[in-house]
């Protein structure tokens, strides 16, 4: 049983016939569905996401005006409803304000800072976590006949801005070239074992955001990341693979035995990696330096953002977003 479809299948059950015996004309005015935290609202929950907030439950999303006439009502009567539902139990949920009734400014601003929706400006959009786009856009909507909950998510879907994503895309470019390219080999050659944990890491990291952001997709919460690569065309694949060795090979990295060997596994493993980054960043006409080294497509990539206060900001800003 996936989150998704319990929800799903308890507002169908319960939700619809609630929603009316409170006020009908709410049935063609709220928004339904499951969306926000949650490894269930991303699809990715399993077995262990059933120790806590795996249960029945949905969200109502209603305008200001909705809110302050039927919002209390209408949190009464789902608060009511059955606690046990097709085997799980509401006893379960811990994050009580991710479920029920909740005004759709509120929703967006919990993620954007934006109660209508979109962030504000270019440099709200960059500053605005990708983890938190991710949530705003994540699950499924069960039902809105009026359109204004869509309508938002729609518009965020949309992605990020031209010039946000070339500021983002330099930002990983730079991190992935110091972190991985660079500084690896370097903290592993002077045996310092948690120097080089945290270079793999901020290198993992920002390579993950990367792909996210070549397939225009936001980047969700880290314990996450890896895992949703499986739902990207672009490059995915071939750097998932790369990725796990890399993480597999860090144990040889502090095996003063297998040292030479892990030194040389790292330098492969992170050039096929970057290798593979700049060629998708050439295709996608991000950047047109003939390189494997990213640090040299930062000026490229840079020099096509038109906003100008992005533009005057170092390539590396943004690059822990």
Same mark, same amino acid.
């Given at each position: 049983?996936?989150?998704?479809?319990?929800?799903?299948?308890?507002?169908?059950?319960?939700?619809?016939?609630?929603?009316?015996?409170?006020?009908?004309?709410?049935?063609?005015?709220?928004?339904?569905?499951?969306?926000?935290?949650?490894?269930?609202?991303?699809?990715?929950?399993?077995?262990?996401?059933?120790?806590?907030?795996?249960?029945?439950?949905?969200?109502?999303?209603?305008?200001?005006?909705?809110?302050?006439?039927?919002? $209390? +009502?209408?949190?009464?009567?789902?608060? @009511?409803?059955?606690? %046990?539902?097709?085997?799980?139990?509401? &006893?379960?949920?811990? !994050?009580?304000?991710?479920?029920?009734?909740?005004?759709?400014?509120?929703?967006?601003?919990?993620?954007?800072?934006?109660?209508?929706?979109?962030?504000?400006?270019?440099?709200?959009?960059?500053?605005?976590?990708?983890?938190?786009?991710?949530?705003?856009?994540?699950?499924?909507?069960?039902?809105?006949?009026?359109?204004?909950?869509?309508?938002?998510?729609?518009?965020?879907?949309?992605?990020?801005?031209?010039?946000?994503?070339?500021?983002?895309?330099?930002?990983? $470019? +730079?991190?992935?070239?110091?972190?991985? @390219?660079?500084?690896? %080999?370097?903290?592993?050659?002077?045996? &310092?074992?948690?120097? !080089?944990?945290?270079?793999?890491?901020?290198?993992?990291?920002?390579?993950?955001?990367?792909?996210?952001?070549?397939?225009?997709?936001?980047?969700?919460?880290?314990?996450?990341?890896?895992?949703?690569?499986?739902?990207?065309?672009?490059?995915?694949?071939?750097?998932?693979?790369?990725?796990?060795?890399?993480?597999?090979?860090?144990?040889?990295?502090?095996?003063?035995?297998?040292?030479?060997?892990?030194?040389?596994?790292?330098?492969?493993?992170?050039?096929?990696?970057?290798?593979?980054?700049?060629?998708?960043?050439?295709?996608?006409?991000?950047?047109?330096?003939?390189?494997?080294?990213?640090?040299?497509?930062?000026?490229?990539?840079?020099?096509?953002?038109?906003?100008?206060?992005?533009?005057?900001?170092?390539?590396?800003?943004?690059?822990?977003?």
């Amino acid at each position: 049983m996936k989150g998704l479809t319990l929800s799903r299948n308890y507002y169908e059950a319960y939700g619809q016939v609630m929603i009316e015996s409170v006020a009908p004309e709410l049935s063609v005015r709220a928004a339904v569905g499951l969306a926000g935290e949650g490894s269930q609202c991303f699809g990715f929950d399993d077995d262990i996401s059933q120790d806590h907030d795996f249960a029945p439950g949905f969200c109502i999303w209603l305008s200001d005006e909705d809110f302050a006439n039927y919002g $209390a +009502a209408l949190q009464q009567a789902y608060d @009511q409803l059955p606690s %046990l539902f097709q085997g799980f139990s509401r &006893d379960n949920i811990i !994050a009580k304000d991710r479920l029920g009734v909740m005004k759709i400014s509120s929703f967006y601003a919990r993620f954007t800072g934006n109660p209508d929706g979109s962030p504000a400006s270019n440099l709200d959009w960059l500053l605005t976590p990708e983890n938190q786009l991710a949530a705003a856009t994540n699950g499924e909507v069960f039902r809105d006949d009026a359109k204004i909950f869509t309508s938002i998510r729609q518009h965020l879907l949309q992605f990020y801005p031209e010039d946000v994503l070339r500021k983002k895309l330099a930002a990983r $470019a +730079a991190v992935m070239s110091q972190a991985g @390219q660079y500084n690896l %080999l370097r903290v592993i050659r002077r045996g &310092d074992a948690v120097a !080089a944990l945290l270079s793999l890491s901020r290198f993992t990291e920002s390579t993950l955001s990367m792909i996210y952001l070549l397939n225009r997709q936001y980047m969700p919460f880290y314990k996450w990341a890896y895992h949703g690569l499986s739902n990207l065309p672009l490059l995915a694949a071939d750097i998932t693979a790369l990725l796990s060795e890399s993480a597999e090979c860090l144990a040889d990295m502090i095996n003063e035995r297998r040292l030479e060997k892990a030194r040389q596994k790292a330098f492969d493993l992170t050039e096929q990696i970057c290798h593979l980054t700049a060629c998708e960043l050439n295709r996608q006409n991000f950047s047109f330096v003939n390189s494997d080294f990213l640090q040299d497509h930062l000026s490229s990539i840079m020099d096509g953002i038109k906003d100008p206060q992005l533009r005057r900001m170092p390539p590396m800003f943004d690059c822990n977003n």
